[in-house]
């Protein structure tokens, strides 16, 4: 969990930003992310040098170039063991992951499982376009099967993986979707899923207007409907996908059943908001604490490294030895 800072320096979304050449498309939808991801940090009163933005590789991965904060560009579906490295040494940091769905779903598809595993608190972003935007436009995981965007040189023979659903079969204990054009809502999940004690993901649908033809900015909005209705709508009120620490079994099986339907639909209705909050279940830092109790006060980031003299704690000379070739 994020605590907010109380201090007398606030700071502003403008101190998120970062003046770095963006050579993102225009009207893509990664800037509206972006966008949210500054005013969350700022309306969290986050401190830019307590926060790290870890990105994978894709045009979402460049992410980190553009937030004033910390931050990590990794390598192809790696951000999260990163991210997760990250946290763990430094758990006073605020660690927000953004990748695309090539990234994530793909190459980086077994860490995103295996994060699940964990509850680290981390937030992660899927910056979701259904395809490989970076290079040129191949089908990624999220497209659905029979599509055919216009890089294809056929119909998409695979079918998609539906994110929320792998991220609660996973185990993340927060999650939720937003759409790219409706920063407002954006902005209010992406607070949410900073301030969530474990493994948040958002899902967030973007049109790539570059190589994406299909899922554009007018089809997110329905404008071919025979009825004009954007696509992207909240969830319905009476929706509550919170899961309370001492629900018993029914209610957890209820809140499953309800959290799978609506997770299930997706095409002239995709609904955003927060399908899930699991409280129910321990998150890493907890775990590590019952076992080494000094973990908080001693981090592995927080841990001196040299004496007062500047000597080293740490003996190595006996394990070089074994090195030395005579
Ligand atoms: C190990 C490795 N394999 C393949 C690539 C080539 N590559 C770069 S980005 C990318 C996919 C990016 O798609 P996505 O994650 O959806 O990001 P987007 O560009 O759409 O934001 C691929 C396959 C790479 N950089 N490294
Ligand atoms: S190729 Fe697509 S995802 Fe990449 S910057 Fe351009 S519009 Fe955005
Ligand atoms: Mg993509």
Same mark, same amino acid.
């Given at each position: ?67 004033g ?9 790696r ?30 598809a ?14 992660y ?22 599509l ?9 023979v ?37 301030m ?8 967030? *649908?973007?049109?790539? /207007? ?7 900015? #007018?089809?997110?909005?329905?404008? =071919? !409907?025979?009825? %004009? ?27 499953m ?29 907890e ?8 973990? *908080?006060?001693?981090? /592995? ?7 007062? #003299?500047?000597?080293t704690?740490? =003996? !190595?000379?006996? %394990? ?7």
């Open positions: 969990m994020t605590t907010a800072i109380d201090d007398a320096k606030t700071f502003k979304a403008k101190d998120f930003q970062q003046a770095h050449a963006n050579d993102w498309c225009p009207g893509c939808g990664d800037f509206g992310i972006l966008n949210a991801m500054h005013q969350a940090c700022a309306k969290l009163g986050l401190d830019p040098s307590k926060v790290v933005t870890v990105g994978g590789i894709g045009c979402s991965g460049k992410a980190p170039y553009y937030m904060t910390y931050g990590v560009h990794t390598l192809h579906g951000p999260i063991p990163y991210a997760t490295g990250i946290k763990l040494a430094n758990p006073d940091l605020t660690v927000l992951i953004a990748g695309g769905d090539g990234d994530g779903l793909g190459i980086g077994a860490h995103f499982v295996n994060a699940g595993r964990r509850n680290v608190d981390l937030t972003i899927l910056m979701n376009n259904e395809v490989y935007g970076l290079t040129k436009g191949q089908a990624s995981p999220t497209l659905p099967l029979g055919q965007p216009k890089s294809l040189a056929g119909p998409n695979q079918g998609k993986i539906n994110p929320l659903m792998m991220a609660f079969a996973s185990g993340f204990t927060w999650i939720g979707r937003g759409y790219s054009f409706h920063v407002k809502q954006l902005v209010e999940l992406t607070q949410q899923a900073i969530h004690p474990g493994l948040s993901f958002l899902d967030v *649908a973007q049109p790539c /207007p570059t190589y994406n033809d299909l899922h554009t900015k #007018d089809w997110y909005a329905g404008k =071919d !409907l025979e009825e %004009v209705r954007p696509r992207v709508r909240p969830l319905p009120d009476d929706y509550d996908g919170t899961i309370p620490a001492d629900a018993d079994e029914d209610v957890v099986f209820e809140k059943n309800r959290f799978v339907k609506m997770a299930h639909e997706w095409g002239d209705y995709i609904p955003t908001g927060v399908f899930m909050e699991n409280k129910t279940v321990s998150t890493f830092a775990r590590i604490r019952a076992r080494v109790p000094t973990y *908080a006060e001693q981090t /592995p980031a927080g841990r001196a490294i040299a004496l007062p #003299d500047s000597t704690r740490t =003996d !190595l000379t006996s %394990v070089f030895e074994e090195f030395v070739v005579n």
